[in-house]
């Protein structure tokens, strides 16, 4: 948005010549913003760029960079002048309609606002973070803005469904496509913030001998055809992420996806001044599918992308609020309205001068040679005035005129001329009286105004709203057995086919097998890491052959914490989750998946603590905990909450300090199995319903020594 600080240094004319662009500079420093120049003259710049204002407010001249970022040429080689926009902006500052202040020094004046006759705060948006809040204002079409607005202002208990009808969404200089849905759309307007999605708009181009090429003529807002160009580089050719020594399997898919989709330079940047954008990305072969290169590129580049939206507005008060579309522009339409009152009444009092002085020239007009006379018999003027005012009745303001007035204007001509002026003078005073007596006429004006404005200066919408799902990538996988391997320092591997023979397996010095698991190679992998956090990876994504396979961290977002467990089955498997501080609770497999790699943090675990494997059960109504010192308890497993979105849990199983949780089983009651260490050997016992009535308890107890024979640390096969 223009500032009046920046607005006050410029030509009053919109289409006055082109000037320095150093000399509005160096003026907005020394009469209104005594700070850095290089701030000031980024304004003008930015309000001089077609591709960054839907509407520029200034006629650059010169380099004033481009949109892939190029920085524009120095202010000393830079012309500018007012748009035919800005006067919108400004050429009703002259007739009272805001107020002024003085400026830093007190040696100026500049306006507190503008009188915009339409509202640029939606026409161009704005984007900001000012202190302790922020705004992100989209475009919208002026003839769009315009209804929407005269609309609210002959309707003040307008429904945001009349807006969206007359407005239906933003309306970016880039142009581009808005494929959020109605109800996304919706929500942003009536909340003031949202977020909505846009796309770009591409065409498959047909050359001879059956050949094509993708051209992509407009990019979402505020993305450049060099920062497409450089993610699909990015892509063609990845760099381990931060803190990894290789890159990802992903990124090697990918990687390979895009060689074998894009031909070796094929994307070329064809855009010049005269012409509008066009980007062309040619494929490796022509009997590959356009629809699926562009759903890689829409996924993995900014070709496709989300613009938060953030309604915050300095209100009609001058406090910072998020409001509602319907909202801001019944403010607008309040601030209008009383703009044009303003403008009415400094009109009303111009036009009431201007009569007075007339009626005063007629009257002389009538007794001219006395006038003449009696002004000629005085010692000065100001005899002369107190003489007119004297005998002729006539008012200082009037007497001061004829004092002043040229023997010239006398004729015959110009008594006739002053007649019609009266009757002119006294028309527009009665109709201007009859706008500020009543209210409506005031609107209708203001509404009439809008139309004008927008018929003037309107053009049609750029951005196309037309709802369409996301893109997609789908990568067709062959549904194979697989068994997936787990060490215990977190590498994972993949081998064909179940029933692995474990003893052919082998490890880094010094680590070990943790687990391995049984599922299909279209199945997703559910990993458990230390810290509480889950992680979703595809079993088809895990690296397959004799290998050691990789970190898990590099298939997910995941720091160097250590991994648990992992999982793949039925979503609604039941889980009793714990932690070695003894807290648990049961949820679903199901509620443990991810959709992104960062994952998420789904059990909450103290310090000094660590998650534990989940204990899968279908059957069962009770819950054994193992302490570290061997306290075995038993209690029911409806004590144990279920808690789907996850959590901190409750107490298993009362622990003292230096004591953990050593094991979790679920049992019917009637057996359970427990094993241990014995003279260096692992022994194993099972625990009659007898022998379990023993230890039977409530929640969170301490339970009772387990008396096996044996140190038990573990409860189950």
Known sequence: MCSPRTAATRPRRSRAGFAKCARYVGEVLGKYHPHGDSSTYEALVHLAQPFSMRYPLIDGQGNFGSRDGDAPAAYRYTEARLSGYAGLMLAEIGEGTVDFVKNYDGKFEEPLLLPARLPFGLLNGSFGIPVGFSTRIPSHNLKEVAAAAAHVIRHPRAKLEDVLERMPGPDFPGGGQIISPPEEIRQAYETGRGSLVLKCKWEREQLARGQWRIVISELPHGVSVKQVSEEIEALANPKPGLGKKEVSQEQKRMKQFILDQIDQGGVRDESDRKSRLRLVIEPRSSRQNPEELMAALLVHTALETRYAVNLTWL??????????????????????????????????????????????????????????????????????KHKLREKFRFTERQAEDIVNLRLGQLTRLDGAKLNEERKALEAERKGLKLLLGDEKELKKLVVSELQEDAKKYGDERRTLIKTAERAQLEVSVLEEPVTVILSQKGWIRARSGHGVDLSTLTFKDGDALLQTLECKTTDPVIVLAASGKTFTV????????????????????????????????????????????????????????????????????DEGAQARPPVKFSEGKFVAALSSDSRLLVFPLDEVPERPNGGVGVQLLSLPEGISLASLAVTDGKSLVVSGIKRKNRAVATLDAKQLAEHIGRRAQRGRLADVGFRPDKLGE
């Open 538 to 605: 595809d079993a088809a994504a895990i690296p397959s052959g004799r290998g050691d396979g990789a970190p898990v961290n590099t298939l997910v977002n995941s720091s160097s914490g250590d991994i648990v467990w992992m999982a793949s089955g039925a979503p609604a498997q039941p889980l009793l989750v714990s932690s070695s501080a003894g807290l648990g609770f049961v949820c679903k497999l199901g509620d443990l998946v991810t959709k992104t790699r960062q994952g998420k943090d789904f059990m909450k675990v």
């Open 315 to 384: 209100g009609l008060d001058g406090l910072p609020e998020t409001k509602g579309i319907v909202e801001v522009l019944r403010e607008w339409g309040e601030f209008r309205v009383a703009t044009v009152r303003r403008r009415t009444q400094f009109r009303l009092d111009r036009c009431e001068e201007r009569l007075h002085i007339v009626e005063g020239r007629l009257k002389a007009y009538a007794k001219i040679d006395e006038i003449i006379k009696l002004i000629r018999s005085s010692e000065d003027q100001a005899e002369a």
